[in-house]
Nanobody, 122 residues
Framework: QVQLVESGGGLVQAGGSLRLSCAASGRTFSNYAMGWFRQALGKEREFVAAISRRGASTYYADSVKGRFTISRDNAKNTVYLQMYSLKPEDTAVYYC???????????????WGQGTQVTVSS
């Protein structure tokens, strides 16, 4: 089992920035690829970003490319999502997830955090 706990969400004005963190425990963090997903009210969960086990490969949704950066610190068992130039449409609950091999599909992830709310005001 892998336990994931997100933090860093909050209320920010459009154009602002936030950094989300996801702390992992339970198993060897570096054995897992990590992903960030988000779900806005009334919408389906969507892919945001993903990173491979060693951090060599990263993937982004087109909607966040150039504004968000995913990174990880395997020594700290933590994955980050740095978000810049936030827009009201970025408002959602953000979840981190873990699986053996990196994927952009939420259905393929095995472990999930409880989510953290990000609200971007216009």
């Amino acid at each position: 089992q892998v336990q994931l706990v997100e933090s860093g969400g909050g209320l920010v004005q459009a154009g602002g920035s936030l950094r989300l963190s996801c702390a992992a425990s339970g198993r060897t963090f570096s054995n897992y690829a990590m992903g960030w997903f988000r779900q806005a009210l009334g919408k389906e969960r969507e892919f945001v970003a993903a990173i491979s086990r060693r951090g060599a490969s990263t993937y982004y949704a087109d909607s966040v490319k150039g504004r968000f950066t995913i990174s990880r610190d395997n020594a700290k068992n933590t994955v980050y999502l740095q978000m810049y130039s936030l827009k009201p449409e970025d408002t959602a609950v953000y979840y981190c997830a873990a699986r053996w091999v990196v994927s952009t599909s939420s259905g393929e992830y095995d472990y999930w955090g409880q989510g953290t709310q990000v609200t971007v005001s216009s």
